[in-house]
Structures are given as C-alpha cells and as structure tokens.
C-alpha cells in the first residue's frame, strides 16, 4: 500500500513570491496527480505526469520517479491561487483507479 | 460540456436512516470514482467503475456502504443505518477510461450529516 506525505502542511506567501510544495510517496507509481481544491470544497485536476516536468501557465509540476517525489511551483503567485493543493497516487503502484491522497497543503497568497 | 453532477448537494439524515446519494457523470466516460473527505482531510478512495462493474471496491469501509452503476453511466452510493462518523463530503469523479493518461473530473460534491 502507497503512502503519501505532503510537505507544509501549511504555507502563507506574499503576492509575487515563488511557492514549492513537496509529495512524497513509497511505492513506485505509473503517475501523479495534483489536484487544486477551493474554499468552495470543488476539486480541479492540474497535473497527472509520470516523468519529467510539466507547465500549465505559472503551474510547474516536476517528478523523480526514482526518488519517489513531485513537486508543484507557483510562479508569480497571487493571491487567486489561494487553495489546498493535495496529491495524489494510485494505492498499489497501478493505475489511477484506487488514489491515496496526501493531506494536502494549504497556502494563502497574501496581496 | 456539462461537467460531473451530484445530488443531492446537502444531505442531513438522522442516525439510523438510509441515504443514497447520486453521480452523473460525464457523457461517455467509462470509469467513475467515489471518495469521501472528512473535514481538514484529503479525500479517501471508496470505489470505482470500469463500465457497470465495480473494478475496486476495497475502500468501502464497511457493509453498510455499497454502490452501483447498472447501466454505466449514472452511479449511486447508498449508505445503510447511517452513523454520525459518516459524516463527510462525498466526492465523484469520472474519466474517460481509467488509463494512467485520462484526467479525473470531480463533481462538487454532497455534503453527508448524519444528527
């Protein structure tokens, strides 16, 4: 069984800063995803990758299959961004159909 | 296109009671996903579809819950003598096939208290 661990928990940042957060996980996995998810409680998929890095606008998400770590940057971020970012891996290295989640990573983009 | 509903959004039961709670998933999307996400927590796989058959319902934590999708498309998660640790958002998602390239769609999800 996967496990996944997040990293902060929380993260406060003023407006223009430069924002990294950390997943990390224990069993080697076909992709990961990261999903955004507003006060509002409604989750968006932002990424599903497997290798390398991808970018989506000022969204950056980089894994290590080896090391079995993601990381999600934020560029230039706003306070629009505000939101829990959680990620998410299948439970037993498979498919995507059964996701174990991280706890997720609140951040708060002050203007 | 319209995204993935849920219904109803908010649902308050007493203890004891049985609830179903209904996904609609986006047209022509073969896989459908539950989760349910207790306050301050990620959220926690249930179940998930491949067509009408449950291809994974191991995290469905007891034998109270169960679900179905009969016709493929619409699924429903019932939840027999509700108890307050139920309590919870109860998330669907769909994807085109539950192939490692196809993006999950979540729905807003229903809002489960049980007094």
């Known amino acids: 069984k996967n496990e996944v661990e997040q990293s902060p928990q929380n993260l406060t940042a003023q407006e223009g800063e430069f924002i990294t957060i950390n997943c990390s996980y224990s069993?080697?996995?076909?992709?990961l995803h990261w999903l955004q998810q507003h006060p509002g409680g409604g989750i968006v998929s932002l990424f599903m990758l497997s290798s390398g890095k991808k970018k989506h606008g000022r969204l950056i998400a980089t894994i290590n299959i080896q090391e079995k770590h993601s990381s999600l940057h934020i560029t230039a971020s706003h306070p629009r961004d505000s939101a829990v970012y959680i990620c998410?891996?299948?439970?037993?290295?498979?498919?995507?159909?059964?996701?174990?989640f991280g706890k997720g990573t609140k951040l708060s983009v002050k203007p | 296109g319209a995204g993935v509903s849920q219904t109803p959004s908010n649902k308050v039961t007493e203890k004891g009671k049985y609830v179903e709670l209904r996904c609609d998933p986006i047209?022509?999307?073969?896989?459908l996903y539950w989760y349910r996400q207790s306050l301050g927590q990620g959220p926690e796989f249930l179940i998930y579809?491949?067509?009408?058959?449950?291809?994974?319902d191991s995290g469905l934590p007891n034998d109270r819950f169960f679900a179905v999708r009969p016709e493929g498309s619409v699924s429903t998660l019932k939840i027999q003598r509700t108890e307050r640790g139920d309590s919870a958002v109860y998330l669907c998602?769909?994807?085109?096939?539950?192939?490692?390239?196809?993006?999950?769609?979540f729905g807003p999800g229903t809002r489960l208290t049980v007094l």
């Open positions: 579809f491949q067509g009408t058959g449950a291809a994974d």
């Open positions: 998410a891996v299948p439970n037993y290295g498979g498919s995507q159909g059964n996701l174990i």
């Open positions: 069993v080697g996995i076909s992709a």
């Open positions: 998602a769909s994807s085109r096939t539950a192939g490692d390239a196809d993006t999950q769609y």
């Open positions: 047209s022509g999307h073969t896989a």
